[in-house]
């Protein structure tokens, strides 16, 4: 698990903000301390100092390209048998009318539509909250489309990459290895342990990543078995092709989180730039 930097920095001193992809795994850890919450802090810490947030997020799928538009965007507590107090937290922050119109305007290989009932749903407050608990940060998502193809979704996430150099800081919110029905509930939701093929998943796209080979991971279907489980459903893992469409050639990569939990979950986070 690589350290976070300890020093934060102005969004005035650098060209880009970074991009993250981050595993955001069980909604408790919205309230709950673990490494994992520790390191989210961490960056909101060390960071640049964002001007916005573009998240997107493994639980907001719709027909058509969405964005959020609202100028107090709700916190959408979107699951179920959890304790009273998860359901009592709200993250109170701005969103951004004005980046949202940017987004719709600038984005030409497709339609954004302005959305006015979404919100924020736990994919992105739960972490969020974390890395800035004074909700000083106006955060709007932008939805998954269910009916784009990976290649698609990685195009349309090529055609944010200038909002980088405005102070923006892009989120997808996922998980690499996401398989609910392997899940071995007898273990800890915070303890690390991986099924075999969960690990073999996990480790073959992480080397892909760190070998630049894009094409692969768009065409994540094609890479074997073992991803295949991990990746039943493309929700949580089209997140990651929206953060790794906006390196840029000179950039590193860095992982943190990088364990899996509960078997079939995996915590791997991604910091680029």
Same mark, same amino acid.
């Given at each position: ?11 005035? *001193? ?10 955001? /795994?069980?909604?408790? @850890? ?5 490494? #994992?919450?520790?390191? =989210? ?7 640049? !100092? ?9 639980? $907001? +799928? ?5 964005? !959020?538009?609202?100028? *107090? ?5 979107? #699951? ?37 009932? $979404? ?5 992105? $407050?739960?972490?969020?909250? %974390? ?16 009916? &784009? ?8 996430? &090529?055609?944010?990459?200038? #909002?980088?150099?405005? /102070? ?5 919110? /996922? *998980? ?8 071995? =509930?007898?273990?800890?939701?915070? +303890?690390? @342990?991986?099924?075999? $093929? ?21 065409? @994540? ?20 092709? @929206? ?8 950039? *590193? ?9 509960? /078997? ?6 991604? %910091?680029?730039?």
């Amino acid at each position: 698990m690589n350290e976070l930097n300890t020093t934060r920095q102005s969004t005035d *001193n650098i060209s880009r903000m970074p991009v993250l992809f981050v595993g955001h /795994g069980s909604p408790m @850890y919205a309230i709950e301390e673990n490494e #994992f919450v520790q390191n =989210w802090r961490g960056l909101g810490e060390t960071l640049p !100092t964002p001007n916005a947030i573009i998240c997107i997020s493994a639980h $907001w +799928e719709t027909r058509g390209t969405q964005v !959020t538009a609202m100028q *107090n965007p709700p916190t959408i507590h979107d #699951f179920g048998g959890f304790p009273q107090e998860l359901y009592d937290v709200q993250y109170p922050v701005a969103g951004s009318p004005e980046l949202a119109t940017k987004i719709i305007k600038f984005v030409s290989g497709t339609t954004v539509i302005a959305d006015q009932k $979404w919100g924020l749903d736990h994919g992105a $407050w739960s972490v969020i909250r %974390r890395m800035y608990p004074k909700a000083n940060i106006p955060v709007i998502q932008l939805s998954l489309d269910y009916n &784009k193809s990976p290649e698609e979704h990685y195009k349309l996430a &090529k055609e944010l990459a200038s #909002f980088r150099n405005k /102070g923006v800081l892009l989120i997808g919110s /996922g *998980n690499i290895v996401h398989n609910l029905r392997k899940v071995t =509930w007898d273990k800890p939701d915070d +303890e690390e @342990y991986g099924l075999d $093929w969960a690990i073999e998943a996990n480790e073959t796209i992480k080397r892909l990543i760190l070998e630049n080979k894009h094409k692969e991971l768009i065409d @994540y279907n094609l890479l074997g078995k073992e991803v295949q489980m991990a990746v039943p459903s493309p929700d949580h893992y089209l997140p990651l092709l @929206y953060t790794l469409a906006l390196k840029e050639e000179d950039e *590193n990569i860095s992982f943190f989180n990088d364990k899996i939990v509960m /078997g079939s979950l995996s915590m791997t986070s991604i %910091r680029i730039g």
